[in-house]
């Protein structure tokens, strides 16, 4: 069965530092997003991304995040800058279709631990 | 605004049971609903969803309820097993791309 899967597993960083969080959709998925949740809470929306260029974002994501679709096949979320509160499980998710209606695929997800 | 809010956050079930998970919604527009179920360490994975216009819609072993009069969501889980212990999460498909998830409600099963 496809699925979507994410690199690393776990990713500590110091605060201030760079990450770059990478995903590889479903083949023939054409819709991709990110979604975090800190531990303990719920999933929260971040970013969904089409034909090359964000079509959503939340208050969450702001200009120290960027996604970015460098070839075929990945699919990458950046954090320029890390902060202590940036320490969550990242999942990446695809779906064939989006908009209303959207059953989207999830990864296993990447936990990102700044210290 | 919009919400997604869940009744219990823990619930007990023997083996064999029948379970109830309960979720409210306060956005009267929404009108696609999905149950997903992630398991520690894992991320959320798809059980059933349902669109405003249905008020019940059942798959395997699960079935999902909608209430629209009282925006309340139930996902019904039948024969409950083991392997069905996890935390679910019911979430709302809104106007555009992104899915509105609630806070979950953790089902543990004994045997």
């Known amino acids: 069965e496809p699925e979507v899967t994410q690199t690393p597993s776990h990713q500590v960083t110091q605060m201030g530092q760079e990450v770059i969080l990478r995903c590889v959709p479903i083949?023939?998925?054409?819709?991709f997003y990110w979604y975090r949740q800190i531990l303990g809470q719920k999933v929260e929306f971040l970013v969904s991304?089409?034909?090359?260029?964000?079509?959503?974002k939340s208050e969450i994501f702001d200009d120290q995040f960027s996604v970015e679709r460098p070839d075929g096949s990945n699919f990458t979320l950046k954090i320029r800058s890390t902060k202590l509160e940036d320490s969550a499980m990242y999942f990446c998710?695809?779906?064939?279709?989006?908009?209303?209606?959207?059953?989207?695929?999830f990864g296993q997800g990447t936990r990102l631990t700044v210290v | 605004g919009e919400s997604v809010g869940l009744h219990l956050p823990t619930l007990s079930v023997q083996e064999g049971d029948n379970s109830i998970i309960n979720c409210a919604y306060s956005n009267s527009a929404s009108d696609y609903f999905i149950w997903y179920k992630q398991e520690s360490g894992k991320g959320p994975q798809f059980i059933i969803d349902i669109r405003s216009n249905m008020d019940k819609r059942q798959g395997q072993r699960v079935t999902v309820l909608l209430n629209k009069t009282v925006k309340h969501l139930s996902l019904q889980i039948a024969a409950t097993q083991p392997g069905d212990s996890a935390v679910y999460f019911c979430?709302?498909?809104?106007?555009?791309?992104?899915?509105?998830f609630g806070t979950g409600t953790r089902l543990q099963v004994f045997p």
């Open positions: 979430a709302e498909g809104g106007n555009t791309d992104k899915l509105i």
């Open positions: 083949s023939n998925h054409l819709y």
């Open positions: 991304f089409y034909n090359n260029e964000i079509s959503e």
């Open positions: 998710a695809s779906s064939e279709v989006g908009g209303r209606g959207t059953e989207a695929f």
